[in-house]
């Protein structure tokens, strides 16, 4: 699994029979390869079966910020969130796009948000730091840190 796991989700859990996980999975190995046209199509099945699951919302956000349609991304985070306010990797990867179109107020909520219950892991210290940096850069008005993927 890579970008950071997924956005803190962790790895899916496997259960064969349902046939959103191959469905999952199949997207997952299609982004590893960097088709991210074809992982799409596969979260749209995944999603076609379960349609309120907000991590294949985040995968596909993930996977619309990849291939630079970025208001697909936004609107997908922002469905996820809907169905999960904690997803914390959303309100991640919305505050960063949501920087990159120039909207700072909706940033820093979603920043904040992400904060207020920051993943657990080993490598999300890096992470959480970026967050924080960008952050008070947005509240000081400095220039915030490059956003991220």
Do not use: C
């Not at 999960?84 to 990867?93: F, I, K, M, V």
Request: aromatic share 8%; hydrophobic share 35%; net charge neutral.
């Amino acid at each position: 699994m890579s970008w950071w796991s997924r956005l803190t989700s962790g790895s899916p859990k496997r259960d064969s029979k349902t046939q959103r996980i191959d469905y999952l999975n199949e997207a997952l190995a299609l982004e590893r390869q960097g088709d991210f046209d074809a992982a799409l199509t596969s979260y749209r099945l995944a999603l076609r079966d379960h349609p309120n699951d907000p991590k294949i919302l985040q995968n596909m956000a993930i996977a619309f910020s990849k291939t630079g349609r970025l208001e697909e991304a936004i609107r997908s985070y922002r469905r996820a969130l809907e169905l999960d306010p904690a997803l914390s990797g959303s309100h991640y990867g919305l505050a960063f796009l949501l920087l990159k179109r120039g909207d700072s107020t909706g940033a820093s909520r979603h920043l904040e948000a992400f904060l207020s219950s920051p993943p657990d892991g080993v490598d999300t210290g890096r992470w959480v730091r970026h967050a924080k940096e960008t952050l008070v850069a947005l509240q000081t008005g400095a220039d915030s840190p490059t956003p991220t993927e």
